[in-house]
């Protein structure tokens, strides 16, 4: 950036620190991925070493695929995300768009209620939550999660957007409506590929909680066929005896899919607008 | 085929009222230019004629149709935005047909047109290029040429040339001039550059905190303004005013422009002292100090020899000099 920052001394300390926090952030899923890979007794007996041919084990992955269901639950944990993910996007657009487009009646208003939600924690409603879905027959079900974590996701999706939508030129808007274009079409072709890498943004904020929540599955879908990764893994964490091959294989495995998702999202986020629309 | 009528329009945003009553009539084929200064509500008032605000009351009437409840694409109007608002994810092509496609337009038709609009333009070169892989006034020329495909009866521009070098400004410029005399369109113009305003118009809008201060040909207003706001706006260096009492007036304010005194080394009507020199080459912008009139401004054509510090004398050319009552107007 600017030439003062260039200085040595300063580049090293900037460096250094950036490099200590790598390590730190890194260090527990390297330590995770390294002893997925170890027998029982590499794990126990020297867990922070690396595995040597001879504690070299893939007993922990071959429970975790010979369990079968484990794609299965793999398969839940995709669709809950991948669902939730796309109904607080869309929704949370729409509703920011709403809110930093039109001026009526209640706006502010409308808006810090939509986005009281970041201070209040869903889960304080888990038992007017868990007799909703009763009530609705929605227990057991992938689609209870699939709201839960859309209500879960949408006021910090609302709020962020809301700031974003608002730096968008009202020119470019305004030249929609004078070529006809309908509201509809000018958020989904005009405002919403400028807003994409506030999306990605929210994408990843929102999607890693839900990837690794355990309590609502735990609460509203504890049934075989609708178990998530995080849970199904809880399978190996017995209260007397824990597999931790097998626990180990299954958290580096589970670690894939959100890693996939957000080198996505993080290329959206870097790649940033094309330029050139207004000045 | 084009006339504009506006009548008693007032927009208030919550509590703040930006037009206080705005009375035009534009016939058709003419060039208006709405000047004034910032936050006088010139945006808005385009706006509100484009039909993207809704007047608070009154009533907008283009070509003898009450249009304030029709929407902006359905009023046959073009605008031309000061940060052009190109679509950025398309061709400059489909950037100017994307209108006439939403109105379902043939597509013979729309290339027709497209044709015509960017030979006018000279946009040829571009027509498959992105607005990002585009220059500044390449884009803002792309601008005006999706407002020329659409044939509207009444085109709107604000402030269009206010993001372009002063270079291509006056290219711009002379285009813009040129287009209305090949179109015979009427179009309305908002600008805060006094030469944008005086070489355009037919027509000039001085507004002023939401109201019309004065409306008239380019020439009238600087011959005749009706008041000192409209005096000290129309002209540039700007109209010097000074206190009546000061001179032994019944006027309560005194306006002369600059190019309309003249200075003498040895006699004349106010004395003063030479504070700075501007020389601008083709004339040259003395600012004096004088006892009687306090400090004034003087504009020589050519090139004037002043030093700081020396001492002159200005004499106003009596038949060009202006005199305002206590409420600002002109007395006569
Ligand atoms: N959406 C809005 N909400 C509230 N006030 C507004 C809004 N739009 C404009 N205003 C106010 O209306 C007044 C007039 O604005 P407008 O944009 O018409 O000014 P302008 O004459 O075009 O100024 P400029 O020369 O700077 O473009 C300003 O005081 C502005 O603060
Ligand atoms: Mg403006």
């Keep these: 950036m ?77 669709v809950v995300t991948v669902a939730s993910l796309f109904f607080v996007l869309l929704f949370g657009a729409m509703a920011a768009f709403a809110l930093s487009e039109y001026r009526f009646r209640g706006n502010t208003l409308m808006g810090l209620y939509l986005a009281l939600g970041i201070m209040i924690p869903i889960r304080l409603g888990t038992v007017a939550i868990l007799q909703l879905m009763v009530a609705s027959g929605l227990v057991n079900t992938l689609t209870a999660l699939i709201l839960v974590y859309t209500a879960q996701g949408l006021p910090l999706a609302v709020f962020i957007l809301s700031e974003f939508m608002k730096q968008v030129s009202d020119d470019l808007k305004n030249a929609g409506r004078i070529d006809g274009l309908s509201e509809y079409t000018i958020f989904f072709r005009l405002v919403l590929p400028l807003v994409r890498p506030s999306m990605a943004t ?12 355990l309590w609502f599955p735990l609460i509203l879908a504890p049934s075989e066929e609708t178990k998530t990764v995080t849970l199904g893994a809880q399978l190996f964490l017995g209260q007397f005896v824990t597999n931790w091959n097998a626990i180990l294989a299954a958290l580096s495995l589970a670690i894939m899919p959100v890693l996939i998702l957000y080198v996505i999202f993080s290329r959206q986020l870097i790649r940033g607008i094309t330029s050139g629309a207004v000045k | ?97 994307l209108g006439l496609k939403q109105a379902s337009t043939p597509a013979a038709e729309i290339d027709r047109r497209i044709g015509i609009a960017s030979s006018m333009l000279s946009l040829e ?20 040429g999706r407002a020329v495909v659409r044939e509207p009866k009444l085109f709107l521009f604000d402030e269009p040339l206010s993001n372009l070098d002063a270079a291509l400004r006056v290219n711009t410029r002379l285009e813009i001039a040129q287009l209305h005399r090949r179109l015979k369109a009427t179009m309305i113009y908002v600008t805060h550059d006094q030469v944008e305003a005086m070489t355009l ?70 004395k003063g ?60």
């Design chain 1, 2 to 78: 600017s030439i003062a920052t260039r200085s040595l001394p300063r580049t090293i300390g900037a460096h250094a620190i950036l490099l200590t926090y790598t390590a730190i952030a890194l260090f527990p899923v390297i330590l995770v991925i390294m002893n997925s890979f170890k027998s029982r007794a590499g794990i126990f007996g020297a867990p922070l070493t690396p595995p040597t041919p001879k504690t070299f084990d893939l007993i922990g992955y071959t429970t975790v695929i010979g369990q079968g269901d484990f794609i299965h639950y793999f398969q839940n944990s995709l």
């Design chain 2, 273 to 332: 002292t030479v504070v700075h020199a501007e020389h601008l080459g083709a004339d040259t912008n003395l600012y004096l100090d004088c006892e009687k009139a306090g400090l004034i401004t003087v504009r020589i054509f050519g090139v004037y020899n002043a030093e700081p510090g020396a001492t002159l004398y200005a004499t106003p050319d009596p038949a060009k000099t202006y005199r305002f009552g206590a409420d600002g107007k002109v007395l006569k």
């Design chain 2, 125 to 144: 070169p571009y027509l498959e290029r992105r607005p990002a892989e585009l220059s500044g006034g390449q884009r803002q020329r792309v601008a005006i």
């Design chain 2, 201 to 270: 118009a037919d027509k000039i809008v001085v507004l002023n905190a939401g109201r019309i201060e004065q409306i008239g040909g380019p020439m009238e207003l600087y011959n005749s303004p009706a008041n000192e706001f409209v005096a000290g706006f129309i002209g540039s260096p700007k109209m010097n005013f000074i206190d009546g009492a000061r001179l032994g007036e019944t006027a309560k304010t005194i306006g002369v422009r600059p190019e309309h005194l003249t200075v003498d080394l040895n006699s004349g009507a106010w």
């Design chain 1, 202 to 213: 929210v994408a990843v904020f929102t999607m890693i909680p839900i990837w690794n929540d």
């Design chain 2, 1 to 97: 085929m084009g006339s504009l009528k506006i009548e008693n329009v007032k927009k208030a945003f919550g509590p703040v009222e930006v037009l206080k009553g705005i009375n035009l009539e534009v016939t058709d084929g003419e060039f208006v230019v709405f000047v004034g200064p910032s936050g006088c509500g010139k945006s808005t008032l385009l706006r509100v004629i484009a039909g993207l605000e809704d007047s608070t009351s009154g009533r907008v009437v283009i070509d003898g149709e009450d249009v304030s409840v029709t929407p902006p694409a359905k009023r046959g109007i073009a605008m031309v935005f000061q940060t052009y608002a190109l679509y950025p994810h398309l061709t400059v092509k489909n950037n100017m047909g």
